[in-house]
């Protein structure tokens, strides 16, 4: 009697990931790494200062256009040298890390003193409604559940791993991207095309039952039409930005409570009772 495949005990299964991605190698779907990565360069403008030790972090580097970066692979143990780098981004794939504080860690190590370390990753409201749609349609086909759309971090949560990971002056924010698609067989092609389909280590390892995604598809339609066309559907794509910076002497240090000068009502002209 043969045993049932063993689940695998990481969160993401990296060997099926890899799949993904050398299948779309010849025509990738890259729209949403081009968005990110014209935010990422909008934001370094606004830094005052020249880098000139950049790398980055991606599996897609043909859609990140920095001059002179080192290029490197999100693979578990990060091809970093420490203290190498002024700048490192790691770009749209910290979301699938088995370890996240573990890869800032690795970056945060490959800094100089006072370097930038800027991530982009996709956020909790990412494909909401496909996650609502398709965990409906199963329970409702088969009274249960399975793992089918990666788990992403808030951005309250993902803030906070910044400090466990050693930066200073950590900051996270987000933007949302809504795309509208014909129907949900589209969007379910282009996240084939993103490398972003269910590489989940305890996904299931045979195909959904057809009755599951036509009724996946039904609800998608009936629940998520877009706004300005209800025979269209929605798809939100929230992307978070988290900067930090490599401790240095020299940097901005927070005050300690209680030790202002100044009231804040003072300061807004207002009186206090």
């Keep these: 009697m043969s045993r049932p495949p063993q689940a695998s005990p990481d969160l993401t299964d990296r060997h099926a990931l890899a799949l993904h991605r050398r299948r779309i190698a010849r025509a990738p779907e890259l729209f949403l790494h081009r968005e990110a990565a014209a935010e990422v360069q909008e934001r370094l403008s606004e830094v005052n200062r020249t880098f000139t030790a950049p790398a980055i972090v991606t599996p897609f580097p043909e859609a990140w256009d920095l001059p002179g970066a080192q290029v490197v692979p999100d693979d578990d143990i990060l091809d970093l040298k420490p203290g190498a780098h002024d700048l490192v981004i790691h770009a749209l794939s910290l979301h699938w890390a088995n370890d996240p504080v573990g890869q800032m860690v690795q970056c945060r190590r490959a800094l100089r003193p006072d370097g930038l370390f800027l991530a982009v990753l996709f956020g909790g409201q990412t494909l909401n409604e496909l996650r609502r749609a398709l965990a409906e349609a199963e329970a409702h086909v088969t009274g249960g559940l399975s793992p089918r759309v990666l788990p992403m971090g808030e951005i309250r949560d993902l803030g906070a791993l910044l400090q466990r990971a050693g930066f200073a002056l950590p900051v996270a924010d987000s933007a949302t991207t809504v795309v509208t698609y014909a129907d949900p067989l589209r969007l379910m092609r282009d996240l084939r095309?993103?490398?972003?389909?269910?590489?989940?280590?305890?996904?299931?390892?045979?195909?959904?039952?057809r009755a599951v995604m036509l009724e996946a598809i039904r609800r998608y339609a009936e629940h998520f039409p877009a706004a300005d066309d209800p025979t269209r559907i929605r798809a939100t794509f929230e992307m978070i930005y988290l900067t930090g910076w490599a401790p240095h002497e020299g940097q901005q240090k927070p005050l300690r409570p209680g030790s202002a000068i100044t009231r804040l009502a003072d300061a807004l002209g207002k009186d206090t009772p």
């Design 193 to 209: 095309a993103m490398g972003e389909s269910n590489a989940l280590g305890a996904r299931l390892r045979h195909p959904t039952r």
